[in-house]
Every structure is written in C-alpha cells, then in structure tokens.
T-cell receptor, first 111, second 115 residues
Framework: DAKTTQPPSMDCAEGRAANLPCNHS???????VYWYRQIHSQGPQYIIH???NNETNEMASLIITEDRKSSTLILPHATLRDTAVYYC????????????FGAGTRLFVKA | KAGVTQTPRYLIKTRGQQVTLSCSPI?????VSWYQQTPGQGLQFLFE???????NKGNFPGRFSGRQFSNSRSEMNVSTLELGDSALYLC??????????????FGQGTRLTVV
C-alpha cells in the first residue's frame, strides 16, 4: 500500500471550510484514497473515499489531483465537533481490511 | 442498525495473566479486523478474519491471537500480558461486495490496562 504524508496539525475557525491535504506520490492505479477521522477516545469513523474522480457526501468532499499524487479533504463548514485526528489512507479495495494508519492530521476547530 | 459492539469496554489485568476481548460486527459483515492503539505507536493492525479464517496478519508476537465464529463474531486473546500491552483495542467490521470493500466501521474499543 502506498505511503501517505499529512501535516501533523492544523487549525480552522468554526464555520469556515477546513482543507486537509494529503500527499501520496507513490499511489498505484488500482489504489483508492480513503479518509477516516478519530474523535478523542472513540473508534475511527469512515468519512469518504475515491479513486480518481472528486467525491462528495453529506460529511465532506474529496478532491483528488489529476495525477492522483495528492488529495484534499474538505469539511465545508467546520464545527467544534469536527475537532479530531484525520487519517488519509491509500490502498487497494480488495484483499481484506488490513489498513495501515499513519499519524494523521490533528485538526483543531476554534470558536 | 446496530453498530460494532466490543466488550468489555474497560479491563484491568495483572502482568502474566491472559485476556479475551470480544467483537460483534454489524449484521451481514463477514470481515472483522483488530487494531491496537497506544499513544506512542498510534493505530497498529493486528489481524483480520473473514469467514472464520485469518486472512491478514500484522507484526505482533504470537501472544496475540484471534478467532472468528460462524456468526462472524470475533474474539482476540492476549496471553502472558506485559505492561506494554496496555492499549485501546479496536475492532472494525466491513462488508465486501464482489471482493471489494468500501468502508469499515469501528467499535468504541476495549481499554486494557495491565498493572
């Protein structure tokens, strides 16, 4: 599975968009980009995933660059409850769930 | 629908003892994975079970083992506990369609403290 690089921490003002970047320059053609988040002391929560097209759901948008070497998770209107560690994961969608999580980005949403 | 249920939520054990943790996946999910989370090492993959068979395994000593039952419920066991085994143990279940999984759902975890 491809390695990802994320900034260790970011701040965002409440109500503003939070843009979390992720670099995955060694991604392969059949690898997906997944995002999870973990709020303190809870299990990680699935947010969104994509292969090469931009994706949007009720929680967030995922923008993947054309060369697929980087992506951005966008929380359109961040709230205090979005304060969490966000994990960007790149892996194939088969072979079972054996995902390796990196250190992630700690997002602080401030009032 | 009910989420992933892990029991117990908290556990205190003594060094040298063994412990068994339980995970009930979401109905219809046949894949169950286990993770260990510590402040120093982050989230580390332990193993994954699918249809009662261990399909993937992380880099943990043989003291860590698991199994899955025919109803997809899973247990993990840690023998000869060490202080360093103190951690949050998380279970995740996922559903595969045609061999492709899209997302995994995590339980709240079992916090194990070894004294």
């Amino acid at each position: 599975d491809a390695k990802t690089t994320q900034p260790p921490s970011m701040d965002c003002a409440e109500g503003r968009a939070a843009n979390l970047p992720c670099n995955h320059s060694t991604i392969s053609g059949n690898e997906y980009v997944y995002w999870y988040r973990q709020i303190h002391s809870q299990g990680p929560q699935y947010i969104i995933h994509g292969l090469k097209n931009n994706e949007t759901n009720e929680m967030a948008s995922l923008i993947i660059t054309e060369d697929r070497k980087s992506s951005t998770l966008i929380l359109p209107h961040a709230t205090l409850r979005d304060t969490a560690v966000y994990y960007c994961i790149v892996r194939v969608g088969t072979g079972g769930f054996k995902t390796i999580f990196g250190a992630g980005t700690r997002l602080f949403v401030k009032a | 629908k009910a989420g992933v249920t892990q029991t117990p939520r908290y556990l205190i054990k003594t060094r040298g003892q063994q412990v068994t943790l339980s995970c009930s996946p979401i109905s219809g999910h046949r894949s169950v994975s286990w993770y260990q989370q510590t402040p120093g090492q982050g989230l580390q993959f332990l193993f994954e079970y699918f249809s009662e068979t261990q399909r993937n395994k992380g880099n943990f000593p043989g003291r860590f083992s698991g199994r899955q039952f025919s109803n997809s419920r899973s247990e993990m066991n840690v023998s000869t506990l060490e202080l360093g085994d103190s951690a949050l143990y998380l279970c995740a279940s996922s559903k595969e369609t045609g061999g492709l999984w899209a997302e995994a759902f995590f339980g709240q975890g079992t916090r194990l403290t070894v004294v």
